[in-house]
């Protein structure tokens, strides 16, 4: 859930800890000791919307720090929780058409502001009005009720695991009704305002963001928590390695697996390895030649050495999918169509189809990310020996998404990684596959009515019948990969490089995110 949604939509922006954990590289220097108070943290890329209702990407790093849901959803169990944030309680009715929150006393926002039920409706009606980002979590609550200043009563217009949608890492933030009232210009200037532990102190754009200690955070600092925040954008890989390295920066991310190793003889840090529900693939333009050709769609899916990405680009730091989500997601089964690696297969494909040997297919992948440029080399010299021409193109996530939601602009294959804005097989679905007029991330330009409609039987049906949904979501994975609209790579674990003395990480591939109010510095 980019980037993009995602700025690692293409990056494998894997961050975790305290609520999964976000990986980056260094910087330069050396023996530059870090402050007991302060933490600095490696980003390979910068904020690009600070509006709580509409940002969908790398925001989430800083805004899971300044922001605060109703409710956490902890998957770090084999048994998923829901943890109290800004509600203290919830409950139900049998129909699942009603949801009433009790809302946590005596919080104040970061200017001052009140927390309340207003602020509730507040935040979740702007941001369902405004529609971007992770506004369409929204689409089925029907109204807000205020019962009184601490109890708000949703009414939904079909059932639906609500809890698992004030949860979600976008679009669930409650903000300030003094910020909400502000231009989006202003917002996205550097303004922010939640209940969060720590605030918006300043924004050096492309260059660092700096958060504060909230003086007012409803459950107080201890005295070994970080009172300064300081995370450096850095997008040279070699940089960050050397900056982690150094001692400069307490935690890393987006480091090459190749790169690991370097860290092994360093007495002052260590790699952590976390499973997420993070997943690589690549999207294919079902509507651009030659990938409107179903024949050289599957002839591509056939050319992918899938075990051979697993153990010799992941090094076996990632698994073999079963489908397109994540085998982690709690309840989800395989599909019963798969892809295989075969290459007479893919040969055969390609001789019976009207391919033009030719031309070429153009392939886009984030530049930032080893994994996926090896990816790519390996499928380009296999597809050259079943007769196809891959051409391979570089950049910026944020320029290869722009061009692939414009139909001329588009390539014929996007690399990319996607993790749920909540922690349900919808987001993977209903987001890239279901037909959108203007695509936003279904980037494959594919529309089928079938399967639109089974997604949204699925989605209502998984806050009354889980099972039945899920069985559902199996039949739809089925079909998009018999149409070859996607092809699923792998199932990414989540690593990172962090100081030895750092303690309080936690894994929860819920969120692609690390809270640094749990963390402290050893002294030990």
Same mark, same amino acid.
Not at 42 to 63: C, H, N, Q, R, T
Not at 328 to 348: H, N, R, T, V, Y
């Given at each position: ?102 809302? *946590? ?49 949703? /009414? ?142 599957? +002839? ?33 089964? +395989? ?16 001789? /019976? ?39 391979? /193109? ?65 989605? *209502? ?48 591939? +819920? ?9 402290? *510095?050893?002294?030990?």
């Amino acid at each position: 859930m980019i980037n993009f949604k995602k700025s690692f939509l293409a990056s494998i922006l894997f961050f975790f800890s305290a609520i999964i954990l976000f990986i980056n590289f260094g910087c330069v220097k050396t023996d530059i000791p870090s402050q007991e108070d302060s933490l600095v943290y490696l980003m390979y890329d910068d904020v690009k919307d600070w509006d709580p209702a509409s940002a969908f990407s790398l925001e989430i790093l800083p805004m899971s720090n300044i922001y605060e849901p109703l409710l956490w959803y902890d998957a770090s169990e084999e048994e998923p929780r829901f943890i109290p944030a800004l509600a203290t309680s919830y409950k139900k009715s049998k129909d699942g058409l009603k949801w009433t929150f009790y809302l *946590r006393d005596n919080v104040t926002f970061s200017d001052g502001h009140i927390f309340d039920a207003n602020a509730v409706k507040i935040s979740i009606e702007r941001t369902k009005s405004i529609g971007e980002g992770a506004g369409f979590i929204w689409d089925p609550l029907d109204k807000i009720e205020i019962v009184d200043s601490l109890t708000i009563l949703f /009414h939904l217009k079909y059932p639906t695991p609500l809890d698992l949608i004030v949860s979600a890492q976008y679009g669930a933030w409650i903000y300030s009704p003094k910020l909400a009232e502000m231009s989006r210009d202003s917002i996205r200037a550097g303004i922010a305002a939640g209940t969060g532990p720590y605030v918006l102190s300043k924004w050096i754009k492309n260059q660092s963001i700096i958060l504060e200690e909230n003086k007012t955070y409803w459950r107080g600092f201890s005295e070994k928590s970080f009172r300064k925040i300081d995370l450096r954008i850095v997008s040279e890989p070699a940089t960050r390695i050397q900056m982690i390295q150094g001692g400069e920066a307490d935690i890393c991310s987006l480091i090459p697996i190749e790169a690991l190793k370097s860290f092994d003889d360093n007495p002052n840090l260590e790699v952590k390895v976390f499973p997420s529900f993070v997943n690589h693939l690549l999207i294919l333009n079902v509507n651009k030649p030659p990938t409107n050709d179903i024949k050289i769609r599957q +002839a591509i899916a056939s050319a992918l050495d899938y075990q051979s990405i697993i153990e010799n680009i992941y090094n076996g730091l990632a698994n073999k999918p079963s489908g397109l989500i994540p085998s982690s997601i709690a309840g989800i089964s +395989a599909p019963k169509k798969q892809f295989k690696f075969d290459l007479k297969k893919g040969q055969e494909l390609v001789e /019976h189809s009207n391919f033009d040997k030719k031309k070429s297919i153009k392939l886009s992948y984030v530049a930032s990310s080893n994994e996926y440029w090896k990816t790519c080399l390996m499928l380009q010299a296999n597809c050259k020996k079943i007769g196809l021409n891959i051409d391979l /193109h570089a950049g910026l996530w944020s320029e290869i998404w722009a061009k692939a939601r414009e139909f001329k602009t588009s390539p014929n294959i996007i690399e990319m990684a996607w993790w749920p804005t909540y922690a349900s097989p919808s987001d993977w679905l209903y987001n890239m596959f279901s037909s959108q007029e203007k695509p936003l991330f279904n980037l494959s330009y594919y529309s089928n009515a079938k399967i639109d409609s089974l997604i949204e039987v699925a989605k *209502r049906l998984e806050g009354v019948n889980k099972k039945k949904s899920f069985e559902i979501y199996s039949q739809i994975q089925s079909t998009l990969i018999e149409d070859c609209v996607v092809i699923p790579i792998a199932d990414l674990n989540a690593w990172i490089v962090t100081k030895k003395n750092l303690v309080g990480f936690k894994n929860n591939p +819920a969120y692609a995110t690390i809270l640094f109010y749990s963390l402290e *510095r050893n002294s030990n």
